[in-house]
């Protein structure tokens, strides 16, 4: 047992406390005191030595005028007689002592009488000139005579006095400060004897509370602090034995918990045994808590690598090493002791007592068997299309970065991109619906996957497009594997509801180099695709990495470019071409067919021809048909007077378009007053390719009162079977009727025909590319209502339509 140093206990630090703190004041007080009288004693030495001073500088100045030497020699001794003083001193404006008289050896003793000192600087009257000297007060003062000086008078005071008090004070106060440490110091141990008595009694309490007992009897009698402390400790002894209690029962209840919780909980020793399974513990591992106790976890729990089919460290062990907490890796296992495996989520931590030493490791874990499959089968859905379970467009462009990396090392195979769009696939889903459409697919998938097998990777990019990533020993070969599947696509029929369908396929292929990005090939593979449509559909185009090909891919990329910004920039132009009259010539024609142009950055103007295609390629043509149809509205509107009929336009990619549709009839609703005067066209080859979709757009616009017109009349298939399906107010006849109609008799039976049947419908005729007066007459002759071309009117910038000439 260990007893506390004298100077460690409450009691001797309590009396060392007051004697200091006693000492301290009083030493303050003291030397407070002390300078308080020093500057008091040294301030009335200086007021006794001006008063002299100043009385025997008045008194001389008779003896000065009369240079009575005599009587300044009397006048001298008598100041000189006064306390405390030196000496006395009257000398001229020439440093010449005229009079002097001292009691004691003065501190610098000046020359005598008829000698000479030094002067002291020039004054004004009134004002003194002290010599620095710490034993003695020196000052001398100014003697005047109306406004004169006549010379000085010094006096010298000793500061002995002074220096005695201030000593006598010092003592005292020694002596005081002496008395009120030895009294503070008797108060200070009658106070500690006091304290420390009741807290020994309580040091005594807490031994006993050590060693178990709890039922003590402690003096909590009093109103002072001591009193509050051992009632304190007396209500903090009844909430320990509470706690005890509480602790009891929370330990009780901990264990019910361990068991009850649906985690499996294992807990080891220092020497990775078991010491403990909760009873989900005990079902997964299929050990009891007695079979287990003692043993080593690893022979409890067997865990393996679900992949590698290797064992792993435990991580309760790895815990218990790292003192740390340690997770399970991802793919493990437990094989449990009736060899069951059993897919684990689980975390480890080291057990560390209250002195930071670890002393055993907890792990808890659960079966994650479904929790895995679902995470397989979340991870599969990521990665694959739901509609025809072939990989999606991550999944691809994941496996194309992998190619292109593997691409950088020597191969004896070329990597390629085959882009597969399939051709005339929205006849189907226009005609027969989405349904119908979404079998379509799947059986295509189906082909693909038959056709492709370990050969490539197939995914699935959207829509009615795919894409297989494949290896081949040279360019021929990879031909050959898409001209195969090209042909099983062409080959394959689609039955629905009785009828049958036909798709083909338009490939792009484009090789993968380690020295090109990702969108470049892909890129790459859409333009061949682009360049397959382009060139009849249903084909192989394969990129060619040569410098025409080069300049053909930088056009498109260029014109997808120009094409955005040129509407950023609002550099499309809208023109306007007469539809003429041909049954009432001399009326004023007020019938328009807008068209577009596009200025570049030099201001010159490019035909459509150069800049349509890439725009329906690149799904730009919905942005363009508004832009059109908006700048077309404003113009009507502003020469609505002058304008009979406008017709707009709409291309076919932006008829199966949801928001294309919305954004026109916002249109029409905010011009609505002006519809009656709208006519929208569109292509008979669009209409029929997206006839759900054409039907629908037409119903809509029709609503709004404005008409409808069926644009190449006679190009497709089928013409005249869809125009009892079709609300149209016009049929437009396609220009290759018109240009030789004067010399080929099946033209011209056809331009009769569409004219007879329109006629029975109610539909006016319009003829396109009229370019002579000749075929204006024939027209004309057999009842053509309508006709434009370049014989009447060439298309002109709408700022010119109605501008005086």
């Known amino acids: 047992m260990k007893f506390p140093s004298p100077i460690a206990s409450i009691k001797n630090r309590l009396i060392l406390s007051i004697a200091l703190l006693h000492a301290l004041l009083m030493s303050l007080f003291v030397y407070d005191l002390v300078q308080r009288q020093e500057q ?37 001794q008598t100041q000189a007689q006064q306390a405390h003083v030196n000496f006395a001193m009257l000398f001229n404006m020439h440093g010449k002592i005229l009079a002097y008289h001292h009691n004691r050896k003065p501190q610098a003793l000046p020359n005598q009488t008829g000698l000479y000192v030094d002067l002291p600087p020039s004054t004004a009257p009134n004002q003194y000139v002290y010599f620095d000297n710490p034993q003695v007060v020196d000052l001398a003062v100014p003697i005047f005579k109306n406004q004169t000086q006549l010379g000085w008078a010094r006096i010298q005071l000793s500061r002995q006095h002074t220096q005695e008090s201030i000593a006598l004070i010092t003592r005292e106060g020694v002596f005081y400060t002496l008395a009120a440490i030895l009294i503070g110091s008797l108060i200070a141990g009658l106070m500690g004897h006091h304290l420390t008595h009741r807290i020994t009694r309580l040091i005594q309490s ?38 005890e209690n509480a602790l009891f029962e929370e330990k009780e209840r901990a264990e019910i918990t361990l068991r009850s919780i649906g985690d499996a909980v294992v807990v080891i020793n220092q020497q990775g045994r078991i010491t403990y399974l909760n009873p989900a513990a005990q079902h997964l591992t299929a050990w009891s808590q007695q079979e287990a106790m003692g043993r080593s976890i690893n022979e409890v729990m067997q865990l393996f690598d679900d992949v590698q089919k290797k064992p792993v460290e435990n991580p309760a062990l790895r815990a218990l090493e790292l003192q740390k907490t340690i997770s399970i890796a991802k793919d493990t296992i437990l094989i449990n002791r009736l060899g069951n495996p059993i897919s684990l989520i689980n975390s480890a931590a080291p057990i560390i007592d209250r002195n930071g030493q670890v002393i055993g490791a907890i792990m808890v874990f659960h079966d994650a068997t479904e929790e895995r499959k679902l995470q397989h089968r979340l991870h599969w859905q990521a990665n694959h299309d739901a509609l025809t379970e072939l990989y999606n467009r991550s999944a691809f462009e994941q496996e194309l970065e992998r190619l292109i990396q593997l691409s950088h090392r020597s191969s004896a195979l070329q990597h390629y991109l085959l882009y597969l769009d399939l051709d005339q696939f929205k006849i189907v889903n226009d005609t027969v619906g989405h349904t119908a459409g979404d079998l379509l697919l799947k059986q295509v998938a189906v082909l693909l996957q038959q056709g492709v097998e370990t050969r490539g990777f197939l995914s699935r990019l959207g829509g009615d497009e795919f894409a297989i990533l494949a290896s081949a020993e040279n360019q021929t070969a990879i031909i050959q594997f898409a001209e195969q599947l090209r042909q099983t696509i062409t080959d394959h029929r689609l039955f629905w509801d009785g009828k049958s369908f036909q798709v083909g396929c338009s490939i792009g292929v484009a090789a993968i180099h380690g020295n090109l990005s990702k969108n470049t090939i892909l890129s790459r593979a859409d333009i061949a695709c682009y360049l397959a449509k382009d060139k009849g559909r249903n084909r192989i185009e394969i990129y060619q990495e040569d410098n025409q ?106 008829l199966g378009q949801a928001h294309f549709t919305e954004n026109l009839l916002q249109l029409l609703e905010k011009y609505r007053p002006l519809n009656h005067k709208l006519c929208f066209e569109i292509t008979e080859t669009a209409a029929i390719s997206q006839m759900r979709a054409t039907i629908d757009f037409l119903h809509k616009v029709k609503s709004f009162g404005c008409k409808l017109a069926l644009d190449d009349f006679g190009s497709g298939f089928a013409s005249f079977s869809w125009l009892k399906t079709l609300p149209i107010d016009f049929v437009k006849i396609d220009g290759s009727f018109i240009q030789d109609v004067l010399n080929d008799p099946v033209d011209a039976a056809m331009v009769r025909t569409i004219r007879d049947i329109s006629q029975i419908m109610h539909i006016k005729v319009v003829a396109e590319f009229v370019e002579t007066q000749a075929i204006s007459d024939w027209l004309k002759a057999i009842g053509i209502h309508y006709a434009q071309g370049y014989h009447y009117d060439q298309p002109k910038n709408l700022q010119q339509i109605f501008t005086q000439t």
Do not use: C
């Open 206 to 243: 807490t031994k006993q509370i050590r060693l178990g007992q709890r039922q003590l009897t402690l003096d909590s009698h009093g109103q002072d602090e001591l009193a509050e402390l051992t009632r304190q400790f007396a209500a903090m002894l009844q909430a320990l034995e509470k706690q």
């Open 549 to 654: 090909s080069l300049a053909q891919d930088q056009q498109i990329i260029d014109w997808v470019n120009r094409i955005k910004q040129g509407l950023e920039n609002e550099q499309f132009l809208l023109y306007a071409q007469q539809i003429v009259n041909l049954q009432n010539m001399d009326s004023e024609q007020g019938h328009f067919e807008i068209l577009v142009r596009m200025r570049d950055e030099q201001g010159q103007i490019i035909p459509p021809s150069h800049f349509l295609p890439a725009a329906e390629r690149f799904d730009l043509m919905s942005q363009l048909d508004l832009y059109i149809a908006e700048r077309a509205l404003n113009w009507l509107q502003i020469h609505a007077q002058k304008i009979d009929l406008l017709n707009i336009n709409i291309s076919g990619q932006s």
């Open 40 to 76: 008091f004693l040294t301030k009335e030495s200086q007021v006794t030595a001006e008063g002299i001073a100043k009385a025997l500088a008045t008194n001389s100045v008779p003896w000065m005028l009369s240079n009575d030497l005599a009587g300044l020699a009397e006048l001298t």
